[in-house]
């Protein structure tokens, strides 16, 4: 199968899923999620294939978010509706996929950038990554899973740092606060991440897929955080900070807060 915003290749058993849009740093727009779900589906379903690398095109991005161009102008409804169905169709979904998924984070990954790599089960990163949840910069919240899963994986006061400021940690200050298993050089990140695949291929496929669904099952709580932020994250867009925050984005400049 072909697709227009992703790249998908097989070597022995394991298989490479390039997110291609590299003029705009690989930002997830609606087709990139919905080839995504697609491509993984696929894999997931591919009796040839045991382990999936994910990674972004060129040398600068893994993903820097979603595309704010795509939601600038929506209503809370849309908003809440944005979240809930790329949780759905992405981040849930690689989370839960039966074979391991692995992020080669080869550049920034940022808000929805980072929230897929964190889906994924576990992270590489080349020694030039840059990650951050920089959604309040734009008058948002992370609304793709970021507000449960990076707590889960650093902790609560180093994410509410992360989440507040808005700002970056480099690559090995990710490995220091467990976001990524390993740091190497953006050469050395694909043939690392293969090495690591082809050790996991020597065990049972079966027993790897109970394991990944018995370690997420302790991560489900009584109460839905994802529910909570879906809901908080279509909130956001009822607010002028919302708009001015994207505006200014798309506008180059700084935003300048009304505070509403
Ligand atoms: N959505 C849409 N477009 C994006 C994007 C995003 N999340 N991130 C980058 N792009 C686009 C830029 O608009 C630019 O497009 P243009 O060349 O048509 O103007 C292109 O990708 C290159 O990005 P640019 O900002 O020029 O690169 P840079 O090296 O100066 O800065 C970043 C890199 C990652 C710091 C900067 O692109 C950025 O802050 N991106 C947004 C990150 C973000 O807020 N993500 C969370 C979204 S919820």
């Known amino acids: 199968m072909s697709y227009n915003t992703i790249l998908v290749t097989k070597k022995d058993v394991v298989a490479t899923v390039v997110i291609n849009r590299p003029k705009k740093l690989n930002a997830l727009n609606k087709e990139t999620i919905q080839e995504l779900h697609q491509a993984i589906?696929?894999?997931?379903?591919?009796?040839?294939?045991?382990?999936i690398v994910l990674t972004g095109s060129g040398e600068k991005a893994f993903v820097a978010g979603a595309d704010i161009?795509?939601?600038a102008d929506f209503s809370m409804e849309e908003g809440q509706k944005l979240a809930a169905k790329g949780q759905e169709l992405l981040f849930d979904f690689v989370e839960s996929m039966s074979k391991p998924v692995i992020a080669a984070v080869n550049g920034f990954a940022l808000g929805g950038g980072l929230e897929l790599a964190m889906a994924c089960h576990f992270r590489v990163a080349s020694d030039n990554?840059?990650?951050g949840l920089p959604e309040v910069s734009?008058?948002?919240?992370?609304?793709?899973?970021?507000?449960?899963?990076?707590?889960?994986?650093?902790?609560?006061?180093r994410a509410m740092e992360m989440i507040m400021t808005a700002g970056m940690i480099s690559a090995e200050q990710a490995k220091d606060y467990g976001l990524v298993n390993h740091v190497t050089s953006q050469e050395?990140?694909?043939?690392?991440?293969y090495k690591i695949a082809n050790?996991?291929?020597n065990n049972s496929s079966v027993a790897i897929s109970y394991a990944i669904k018995a370690v997420n099952a302790g991560f489900m709580n009584t109460v839905n955080g994802y529910e909570q932020e879906i809901e908080a994250f279509?909130?956001?867009?009822g607010t002028d900070?919302?708009?001015?925050?994207?505006?200014?984005?798309l506008e180059k400049r700084k935003a300048d807060f009304p505070g509403s």
């Open 41 to 51: 589906s696929t894999l997931n379903d591919d009796e040839d294939v045991k382990v």
């Open 138 to 157: 734009l008058g948002l919240i992370p609304g793709y899973g970021g507000t449960q899963r990076l707590p889960q994986l650093v902790g609560k006061g």
């Open 234 to 237: 279509g909130a956001c867009f």
């Open 199 to 201: 050790k996991i291929c």
């Open 241 to 249: 900070d919302f708009s001015e925050g994207t505006t200014a984005f």
């Open 129 to 131: 990554a840059k990650m």
């Open 69 to 71: 161009s795509e939601f």
């Open 188 to 193: 050395d990140l694909l043939p690392l991440c």
